[in-house]
């Protein structure tokens, strides 16, 4: 079972920081994501998702590749390529993975202004060691799938951590 963590900061960049600092903590071992992502909330409110996987892509690339590899059977690989890509980022941007889109901008609408946060799906973390280096980048915790005590540590320690400045 995943756990979710959503942390918010007070700038528009920390969100990004901290997703850099959790992918050099999945390469140590210490942190194995589902998925991650960030959402920043600019001036003028315009909430903007920064995902870790661009599904539409991915699936036009796998989509195209299968779709010419079909289309070599019928003498015609650029035209099923083409229908191949077509059909792969159509289903691509129908499918949602991970952490749920429409949650994640419920939860940024009521993101200040000039902010960001960050989504965690993590499947498997060791706590001690990831929460002190994440609370170096200080923030807020909005919303956890923790229990009341331990959602309290993760805010205590990242209430303490608020003095890390760039």
């Not at 998925?35 to 989509?63: P, Y």
């Not at 805010?155 to 400045?165: D, H």
Request: hydrophobic share 45%; with cysteine; aromatic share 8%.
């Amino acid at each position: 079972m995943s756990d979710l963590i959503v942390v918010a900061y007070p700038d528009q960049f920390r969100a990004s920081e901290v997703k850099g600092s959790l992918a050099r903590m999945q390469v140590e071992h210490l942190i194995d994501l589902e998925d991650i992502c960030c959402v920043t909330k600019d001036t003028d409110g315009n909430v903007k998702l920064h995902q870790s996987v661009n599904l539409t892509a991915a699936s036009a690339v796998n989509g195209g590749f299968w779709g010419m590899l079909i289309g070599l059977l019928f003498l015609n690989p650029l035209l099923g390529g083409l229908l191949g890509a077509g059909a792969g980022a159509l289903s691509g941007s129908a499918v949602d993975y991970g952490i749920s889109d429409d949650f994640i901008r419920e939860l940024a609408d009521h993101m200040q202004t000039n902010s960001s946060a960050i989504f965690i799906l993590v499947k498997k973390i060791t706590p001690d060691k990831v929460l002190d280096e994440l609370g170096k980048y200080g923030g807020t915790v909005l919303r956890t799938s923790f229990t009341k005590d331990v959602e309290a540590e993760w805010q205590n320690a990242l209430k303490e951590g608020n003095t890390y400045l760039v």
